[in-house]
């Protein structure tokens, strides 16, 4: 896909992967809408877009809510005249053991809330954004691409049973949507990045990061543009689709 003159949406824009990706499509000349909840941290997202060239428009939305993804998606449609590539990167972690004990004597355990607002973002928001992603993609004509952003813990990590959960099933729904979309000539495929240099980090103790960095074979954690990279390369490569694309530092869970 030459990416001069297309339209790129991407969830949770504001900061982190999301406004890396959004970077990365821009530099390439994609035009950019970009989409998350915080509409202060999207117009510095938007400024920074529109710095390299391209036309770049801020949409606040909560990727959870139907009607709202579907108004905004409308917009975007409307705003740019077309709709090419979707990235679904918007996610949250609300990490928790599901059941801590000592001694027989129960402490904690996940709530049903934790659970709950982890599947509504990370995987029901996946969901919707690519439904209405892909329909937008048929009705304009051009085919598509969605990009959905999972994780190596898919896998499995303790004290996520709500992201591994999640991140796996938005895993799945890209093998799927790969194989019934491509009749429309709609690519999907997903990364799944390991420990990246993000917000969700930088909160962690200095000592947590250390042990963190020790794990991964590289020795450090990846850099957000590693994995905005993976987006574009994922985008110019038409032969792509159906597949996950781990970029982990060598690192499995």
């Given at each position: ?22 970077l990365a499509f821009a530099a390439r000349g994609a035009e950019v809408a970009a989409l998350d ?217």
């Amino acid at each position: 896909m030459q990416l001069p003159g297309k339209v790129v949406v991407v969830t949770g824009a504001a900061r982190g992967l999301g406004r890396a990706i959004a970077l990365a499509f821009a530099a390439r000349g994609a035009e950019v809408a970009a989409l998350d909840r915080d509409g202060a941290a999207l117009d510095e997202t938007v400024g920074q877009c529109t710095a390299a060239g391209v036309r770049a428009k801020a949409h606040v939305v909560d990727v959870t809510s139907e009607p709202d993804v579907i108004r905004c998606f409308d917009a975007v449609t409307a705003d740019f005249g077309r709709f090419d590539i979707l990235v679904n990167n918007a996610g949250i972690t609300r990490d928790a053991l599901l059941v801590k004990a000592q001694d027989g004597v129960i402490h904690s355990k996940m709530s049903l809330a934790q659970w709950q607002a982890v599947i509504d973002v990370n995987l029901t928001g996946v969901f919707l954004c690519g439904r209405e992603g892909a329909e937008r993609m048929i009705q304009c004509g051009h085919g598509g691409l969605i990009v959905n952003i999972s994780s190596i813990s898919r896998e499995g990590n303790p004290g996520q049973t709500n992201y591994s959960a999640a991140k796996a099933g938005v895993a799945a729904m890209t093998v799927v949507w790969a194989r019934e979309l491509a009749r429309y000539g709609i690519r999907a495929a997903a990364i799944a990045p390991g420990f990246c240099a993000t917000d969700i980090l930088a909160a962690m103790r200095p000592e947590m990061v250390g042990r963190v960095k020790a794990a991964v074979p590289l020795h450090r954690l990846g850099e957000p543009a590693e994995i905005a990279a993976t987006a574009v390369f994922i985008a110019e490569n038409e032969f792509v689709t159906g597949r996950v694309f781990e970029v982990d530092g060598g690192l499995r869970l």
